[in-house]
């Protein structure tokens, strides 16, 4: 158990809806990364947040945001889904935030299946 | 721009065999690399770090990786598989504060 929560597990929904994940980091971790993980991209970076602030953007569609809250969760909001969206997507913590510099602490992941 | 290639989407070895993944990556400057394993259903957890140093990392489950600069590769080793180690092992690479790449990934099975 790595100390990151994700809810829910699974999410089944229909191609132009909107889903909201969440993440909960480890605690005393102050940054957040969020990456999708599909069989033909494979693990792809998506967003860092840093103690509430935008740290790092990768791959992260127009139809995705995230934000940080004060008490350091993170929501990961995907909004008219395609079915390519259908992915797992994982939550990730660390200390400082200094992305490739420390250890990432991952989550379980959350399934989401776009119909 | 960084990236990471694991040339092995899936390899098979007996228990108790000895066990090699292949990691190439590529990256300007010093990198730093890590290798995580994924179960099924489970999130990715880190089995051992590069950042500088002694070239040959140890790291948990009895896993160690060497970093060999001339040949950009970092790969990862065991002495002698268990049957739990069925997996899929992941190299990563990262700059330092920028973002990590991650491999495509290797799944590995292991026969009795």
């Known amino acids: 158990d790595s100390g990151v929560t994700q809810t829910p597990k699974h999410l089944i929904t229909a191609t132009g809806q909107r889903v909201t994940l969440r993440c909960s980091p480890r605690?005393?971790?102050?940054?957040v990364y969020w990456y999708q993980q599909s069989l033909d991209q494979g693990l792809q970076f998506l967003i860092q947040?840093?103690?509430?602030?935008?740290?790092a953007k990768g791959n992260i569609l127009e139809r995705f945001s995230a934000q940080q809250f004060p008490d350091l969760h993170s929501e990961l909001n995907l909004s008219s889904l395609e079915l390519g969206d259908s992915a797992l997507y994982f939550c990730?913590?660390?200390?400082?935030?200094?992305?490739?510099?420390?250890?990432?602490?991952f989550g379980p992941g959350t399934r989401l299946l776009v119909l | 721009a960084q990236s990471v290639t694991q040339p092995d989407i899936h390899i098979t070895v007996s228990e108790g065999a000895s066990l090699e993944l292949r990691c190439n990556y590529s990256y300007g400057a010093t990198p730093y690399l890590f290798w995580y394993v994924q179960s099924p259903g489970q999130g990715l957890q880190l089995l051992l770090k590069?950042?500088?140093?002694?070239?040959l990392v140890q790291g948990i489950k009895g896993f160690e990786a060497e970093f060999k600069r001339s040949q950009s590769s970092f790969n990862l080793r065991k002495p002698s598989v268990h049957w739990s180690d069925a997996a899929e092992y992941f190299c990563a690479v990262s700059g330092g504060y920028q973002k990590v790449t991650f491999g495509t990934g290797t799944k590995l099975q292991v026969i009795p």
């Open positions: 590069y950042f500088s140093g002694d070239t």
């Open positions: 990730a913590s660390s200390p400082r935030g200094a992305g490739g510099q420390e250890t990432q602490y």
């Open positions: 947040y840093y103690n509430g602030e935008e740290r």
């Open positions: 605690s005393g971790d102050l940054s």
